[in-house]
């Protein structure tokens, strides 16, 4: 069975420019976490989507945003790219009901943005 | 904000050694989980331990929780190489809701043969 897939591995932008990061989760998981790693930071929570819709988001600008497409995969765009946004983008899936109730999260093995 | 803190940042071992890592959390929850993340990449689950359970094995693997003073450890005994790597709590919230789990900075591990 496949885990959860993210592309591209890695992505170059400049700053001001968009990026558009993608995820699949596990076949069968309806909910999908975005989280932002930057370095020396740990993990912090940007989006949260299930079926289609968003259910809860982080503290960030809204120039980060996403969707969930209807076979559950989801994209993260990020507008008007700054330097501070270089990190490692991590997807994450679960069931909707394993997550409503916090448990485990299987991740992507993310995507490394860097902007110049 | 983080809800878990870890402690050390970073620890470095021997092989064969034993390595211990401790969390610190500030609101009630429902679970505490630890992951572990190599080079940088997708962070794997290792175990979950819920709120009314006090210690959790599994493999090498042995999780404490004192929900008192709002606290977890994660033990490896028998430390290899391959266990190299950074170590994060994650916290689900009492209610979790549409609340996702939240993460700690992580225990960097490095084990020297």
């Known amino acids: 069975e496949a885990g959860v897939t993210q592309s591209p591995t890695h992505l170059i932008k400049t700053r001001g420019q968009q990026a558009t990061l993608r995820c699949s989760p596990i076949?069968?998981?309806?909910?999908v976490y975005w989280y932002q790693q930057a370095l020396g930071l740990g993990l912090q929570f940007l989006l949260w989507y299930d079926e289609g819709e968003e259910r809860n988001r982080g503290n960030f600008p809204p120039r980060f945003s996403g969707r969930q497409f209807p076979n559950y995969s989801s994209e993260l765009n990020v507008n008007a790219l700054e330097l501070e946004d270089s990190a490692l983008y991590l997807c994450a899936s679960s069931l909707w009901e394993t997550g409503f109730f916090g448990e485990k999260l299987f991740f992507g093995s993310g995507t490394q943005l860097s902007v110049l | 904000s983080q809800q878990g803190e870890e402690d050390p940042q970073a620890l470095s071992i021997q092989e064969g050694e034993n390595a211990t890592m401790n969390c610190s959390y500030k609101?009630?929850?429902?679970?505490l989980q630890w992951y572990r993340q190599n080079s940088g990449r997708g962070l794997v689950h290792l175990i979950l331990?819920?709120?009314?359970?006090r210690e959790k094995h599994s493999g090498r693997l042995r999780v404490t929780l004192d929900t008192s003073k709002k606290s977890s450890s994660l033990l490896i005994t028998a430390s290899r190489a391959a266990d190299t790597a950074s170590y994060f709590c994650?916290?689900?919230?009492?209610?979790?809701?549409?609340?996702?789990?939240?993460f700690g900075k992580g225990t960097r591990l490095s084990v020297i043969a």
């Open positions: 994650a916290t689900a919230r009492i209610q979790s809701g549409n609340t996702p789990l939240v």
């Open positions: 076949s069968g998981h309806t909910s």
């Open positions: 609101t009630s929850i429902n679970n």
């Open positions: 331990i819920r709120s009314n359970e």
